[in-house]
């Protein structure tokens, strides 16, 4: 029975063998987050078996935790800092043993989960809620990652505008990972939105739409989008492309962006415009963040006056709102 333990754990630097030295007391030596019946915990220690919290976060982040600790982002005392009593390439062989445990693959790695941009629809299935404002325009955004690629979304705007019925309209919508590679630090996801006759919408409208992001180096980071718009009694009425880049690393906790947008309708004046922005991690474990920045129009019917736009979101997959600051 030993030696069919130490053959499981592999060598004493292993993965396995320094998990079961440093954290079975406390996530159980399977991993599922049962502590051993001396253990006093605090807080109930995370279920590693649980495929779509353990492929979430960057391996990176995994990696600090392990190092620091939990206080280190805002996370539990129980978690201790192993910096000082182990080597780096020791954490890493820990992590990616932890990790491993989730046993299934075809889930997305947290490495493909980029900033959120302002117009460019993220490739990644998230859970999140947003809440965006734009001049006089407001949008409660809720997204709920449904298994390893699908993801359903609601949306409620409103326009407080000085016009009657301050309701803008919703939005439901559902998007599909169809292809990403960890190797290429890349990933594609194909979706639908759809929007009934709802507030100020009078006519039902359908976008699907094709959306994208890669990591091109480790300084730069790119998303993109295509979009097409189906009106209701109009048929097919407008093409959008949105195009964004970015850091590919936090500058402090700020990432800075900027994306173009070029729609072309069926009929009327082709529009572009430009959207610089700045994208802030607020919470020290980064499941709050925020971005701030404006639209510039630059192509299309006059005016046209540049207006501000802002977001706040939690990603509330990752932890509840008030840990991890």
Not at 191 to 199: A, D, R
Request: charged residues 20%; contains cysteine; negative net charge.
């Amino acid at each position: 029975m030993v030696a069919l333990l130490l053959a499981t754990q592999g060598p004493p630097d292993s993965g396995g063998a320094l998990f079961q030295a440093w954290c079975k007391s406390c996530h159980g030596a399977d991993g599922r987050g049962t502590p051993a019946a001396t253990t006093r915990l605090e807080v109930p220690p995370a279920d590693l078996k649980d495929c779509k919290a353990s492929t979430a976060e960057t391996e990176d982040r995994w990696v600090g935790i392990v190092a620091q600790g939990g206080a280190a982002f805002g996370l539990s005392l129980d978690m201790p800092a192993f910096g000082d009593a182990a080597t780096p390439e020791q954490i890493r062989a820990v992590v990616r043993y932890a990790r491993s445990l989730c046993g299934e693959p075809g889930w997305p790695p947290g490495e493909l989960n980029f900033p959120r941009a302002f117009v460019v629809e993220k490739a990644y299935p998230e859970d999140e809620v947003v809440i965006t404002d734009e001049a006089r325009g407001q949008e409660f955004i809720y997204e709920h990652r449904l298994g390893k690629r699908f993801q359903m979304e609601a949306s409620a705007r409103t326009a407080f505008d000085g016009l009657p019925n301050s309701f803008d309209g919703a939005t439901a919508a559902l998007k599909f990972n169809a292809w990403h590679s960890l190797e290429r630090r890349a990933l594609a996801s194909f979706g639908v939105e759809v929007t009934p006759p709802l507030g100020r919408q009078t006519l039902w409208e359908v976008e699907p739409f094709f959306a994208f992001g890669a990591s091109l180096a480790s300084a730069l980071m790119v998303q993109g989008q295509v979009v097409t718009t189906w009106e209701e009694a109009g048929g097919v009425t407008a093409w959008s492309y949105r195009l964004g880049v970015g850091g590919g690393r936090e500058i402090g906790r700020v990432v800075p962006m900027v994306e173009a947008e070029w729609v072309v309708p069926g009929a009327g004046e082709r529009t572009l415009s430009f959207y610089p922005q700045m994208w802030v991690r607020l919470s020290r474990l980064g499941h709050v963040a925020a971005s701030f920045g404006a639209e510039l129009p630059a192509v299309g019917p006059e005016p046209r006056h540049p207006k501000l736009i802002a977001f706040v979101l939690w990603d509330y997959g990752d932890a509840p709102l008030l840990r991890g600051w």
